[in-house]
């Protein structure tokens, strides 16, 4: 079995490399950090001795994604499942005072570059007569939340597209999930608040986020339903909060 994972150099993709690994899936890693990419590759054959293969490219780069996806050669074409993980915030304001830069990124990784990787992807699950596609959403692809507006608009795009891959991929054996967390202590607020570390450990204060590893076991569980089950849509948050907008702290 085998494991296409965007966004393997940290976080929840790397979490869900290092279970699906656990349970003998050869792994194909991705992300932009290519030293990160090599020392986690090790990590994974030594460990687990499984096949791994590091794709260093942006998903934002159409060209890249389709030259790394179209240099999949021999068994590594026969992908049974792909987590859309890769993915980002950039900053935290209102749309009148939003920078557009930090918009494009968003935008550009989070719905165009889900889009590259599934559309390079999909010809080899259709060819392989089954796959399994799991796309990260986001709690914010279900609400919006104050300043939130262009990430909850990505996520709400990957909500969209989910549902119509669905119907697309009915006549090709293709399952696909959408797994929609709330706040999980990553990378993801150094990135959003742009390396301010003080920052981006205010949103886990006084609170038990949920763990990349709860979110890797949650994607791992809906791949291992049997073949005739496909699980749709998860909502996951920790048990402290109630939506993106309620969350109990001490
Ligand atoms: P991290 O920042 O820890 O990890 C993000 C991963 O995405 C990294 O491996 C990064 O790799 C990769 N990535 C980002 N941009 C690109 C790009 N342009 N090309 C290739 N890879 C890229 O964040 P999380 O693990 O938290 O985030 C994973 C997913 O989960 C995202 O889609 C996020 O929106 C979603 N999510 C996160 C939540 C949270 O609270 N943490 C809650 C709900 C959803 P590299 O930098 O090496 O390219
Ligand atoms: C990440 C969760 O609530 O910070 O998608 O947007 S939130």
């Not at 559309?119 to 986001?138: E, K, T, V, Y």
């Not at 006549?171 to 607020?189: C, D, Q, R, Y």
Request: glycine share 8%; aromatic share 8%.
């Amino acid at each position: 079995m085998i494991a296409f994972i965007t966004g393997a150099t940290a976080g929840i993709g790397k979490a869900t490399a290092e279970l699906f690994a656990k349970n003998g899936y050869n792994i194909i890693i991705t992300g932009r950090r290519k030293d990160r990419l090599d020392e986690f590759s090790t990590h994974l054959k030594s460990t687990y001795k499984v096949e791994v293969l590091s794709l260093n490219f942006d998903v934002r780069n159409n060209k890249e994604v389709e030259a790394a996806i179209k240099s999949l050669s021999g068994e590594w074409k026969k992908v049974d499942v792909l987590i859309n993980n890769a993915g980002l915030a950039v900053g935290l304001s209102t749309i009148q005072d939003g920078d557009i830069d930090d918009w494009e990124r968003m935008i550009d990784t989070n719905i165009k570059g889900l889009l590259y990787v599934t559309r390079h992807l999909f010809p080899l699950m259709i060819a392989n007569g089954s796959g399994h596609i799991i796309n990260i959403g986001s709690i914010a692809g279900k609400e919006v939340y104050a300043n939130g507006n262009i990430y909850c608009a990505t996520k709400h795009a990957v909500d969209a597209l989910s549902k119509s891959m669905r119907i697309d991929m009915l006549p090709f054996n293709i399952k696909v999930t959408a797994i929609n967390p709330g706040m999980v202590e990553t990378e993801f607020s150094i990135v959003r608040f742009k390396g301010d570390e003080e920052r981006a450990k205010k949103p886990y204060l006084g609170i038990q986020p949920l763990t990349p590893e709860d979110i890797a076991e949650t994607i791992y569980w809906c791949a291992s339903r049997p073949a005739h089950v496909n699980i749709n849509d998860i909502i996951i948050t920790p048990t402290v909060q109630a939506n993106a907008t309620n969350t109990f702290r001490k």
